[in-house]
């Protein structure tokens, strides 16, 4: 959820890049394929990447490694970097040691004062080594976009940081400053968990002697309860491929997303990804935590889906999107798109996700419920006639109603036909004919969802039922 989040506002905030694209540099390989998919699915696609190429290709870190050694050598050669053989068990040493002395744990440099024949040494003898940045106590503040004037003195606290592990392979700050100069990033906006290693990354770039980029930390998101990280480790729920299975759309979660932290004049609009595009500013978004609460997440994916109703093209997806819902519940084909549609137009304020017009709840809309005997008999003695009265009238007038108002007028004129049956008890009469269930959405609703000839033959089926010996 929170790499997406970030992809949702750097991809808003795409006026403010050099050439107004969107590149990705660091990939996990194992995770590639469902990444690429998930960015694709949410309208995040990057313009380039190891999918789509790019001039800065190749993409992957694995296919840069010699781009990361041909830089290094130019470190190392000024004296900026050099080679260390502190072993784990010295690193683990120092750790427990600052940890005993209640002291923040940090590398001792010490390897820093090898000679030059001290590291060709241990190189012939094929010692495991890391190559480290050197850095000095007292970092220069920098600007935050978001944040202000804001500074992390990493070499005080921390030492000098790896940039080249034992294994070859560059730490994530190493070839996050590389890359992003080499495919020429000018802005760089990332989470506030960030914010410690940025002076690390600009003393790097110092080192290299190029421009650092502009950055802008975003407030962390939090859960509902204010306190907590969200977090991939906290259950499946904030995985994107969660969502996408739940049946929220792609512009709903990033609308959901814009709730919190900022970058909106009013952050509970329910906007379209080029509505987002156009009305994001990077001087709004909050400096503070932001609440991430998945419970608002239903009603945003609900307005998201009313507003597609509302659109010629949204609309057939929509219909499209019941149709194969339905097939997949209920194993039936659907007789024509206006019944589909009718459904729709009167439950698309009940319900949140497509999924939920297949619920327990709405089986009656796609299987004709088996209503028996002792069902319509416990409402009232009087069934049999209400349901010949409304059937006998039918058959004679062939009336068709199609608004809830003309339903609500025909049954009234037929109500009067069984003045011995209340009003109310008329209706649960027709209601267990239509559902199988005693409660759910107005009678009128059914009807028109129903259509007259669905209707007729429900009313069939009850009067079946009353009649069987």
């Given amino acids: 959820m929170s790499r997406v989040r970030c992809g949702c506002v750097i991809h808003l905030a795409r006026p403010y890049s050099h050439h107004g694209s969107k590149v990705r540099s660091r990939l996990i390989p194992d995770s590639l394929k469902n990444l690429e998919e998930m960015l694709s699915w949410t309208g995040l696609s990057p313009d380039e990447g190891p999918s789509s190429g790019g001039k800065f290709a190749p993409y992957k870190q694995s296919e840069r490694l010699e781009v990361y050694?041909?830089?290094?050598?130019?470190?190392?050669k000024d004296g900026s970097c050099y080679h260390c053989f502190c072993t784990p068990q010295r690193l683990e040493f120092l750790r427990k040691n600052a940890v005993r002395n209640k002291e923040t744990p940090r590398y001792d440099n010490k390897c820093r004062s090898l000679s030059e024949a001290a590291v060709k040494?241990?190189?012939?003898?094929?010692?495991?080594?890391?190559?480290?940045?050197?850095?000095?106590p007292?970092?220069?503040?920098?600007?935050?976009?978001?944040?202000?004037?804001t500074c992390y003195d990493v070499g005080r606290i921390e030492g000098d940081p790896v940039m080249i592990k034992a294994d070859g392979f560059p730490t994530y700050h190493f070839a996050n400053v590389v890359d992003d100069h080499l495919m020429e990033i000018t802005h760089v906006l990332r989470g506030q968990e960030w914010i410690m290693s940025t002076n690390k990354h600009i003393l790097l770039y110092k080192a290299f002697g190029w421009k650092p980029p502009t950055f802008a930390h975003l407030p962390l998101a939090l859960n509902k309860d204010g306190r907590t990280k969200l977090s991939k480790r906290f259950g499946n729920n904030t995985y994107v491929s969660h969502f996408k299975e739940t049946g929220v759309y792609p512009?709903?979660?990033l609308n959901f997303l814009t709730f919190c932290g900022g970058g909106f004049e009013d952050h509970r609009q329910i906007l379209t990804l080029p509505e987002m595009v156009a009305k994001f500013s990077l001087d709004k978004i909050s400096n503070h935590s932001a609440i991430l609460d998945l419970d608002l997440l239903p009603g945003v994916n609900q307005s998201h889906l009313i507003k597609r109703f509302q659109e010629d093209q949204g609309q057939r997806k929509l219909l499209e999107e019941l149709r194969e819902e339905v097939r997949r519940a209920f194993q039936v084909e659907l007789p024509n798109e206006a019944f589909l549609y009718r459904i729709l137009d009167l439950r698309k304020n009940h319900i949140n996700y497509i999924k939920?017009?297949?619920?327990?709840?709405?089986?009656?809309?796609w299987i004709r419920p088996k209503v028996t005997q002792h069902d319509l008999s416990a409402i009232t003695a009087h069934s049999e006639s209400v349901i010949k009265a409304i059937y006998q009238d039918y058959a004679n007038?062939?009336?068709?109603?199609?608004?809830?108002?003309?339903?609500?007028?025909y049954l009234q004129r037929i109500h009067k036909k069984t003045a011995d049956v209340p009003w109310p008890t008329f209706m649960k009469v027709i209601r267990m004919c239509l559902s199988g269930k005693k409660e759910g959405p107005s009678v009128a609703d059914m009807m028109v969802m129903l259509g007259s000839e669905e209707f007729i033959e429900r009313l069939k089926c009850g009067l079946m039922a009353l009649t069987e010996r």
């Fill in 69 to 76: 050694h041909e830089s290094m050598k130019h470190l190392l």
């Fill in 121 to 136: 040494e241990n190189k012939s003898r094929g010692t495991p080594h890391v190559i480290r940045l050197k850095i000095e």
């Fill in 138 to 149: 007292n970092a220069d503040p920098y600007d935050d976009l978001i944040l202000g004037t």
């Fill in 251 to 253: 512009g709903a979660l």
């Fill in 356 to 365: 939920d017009l297949t619920s327990k709840e709405n089986y009656y809309l």
């Fill in 397 to 409: 007038t062939c009336e068709e109603v199609t608004t809830t108002d003309d339903v609500n007028k």
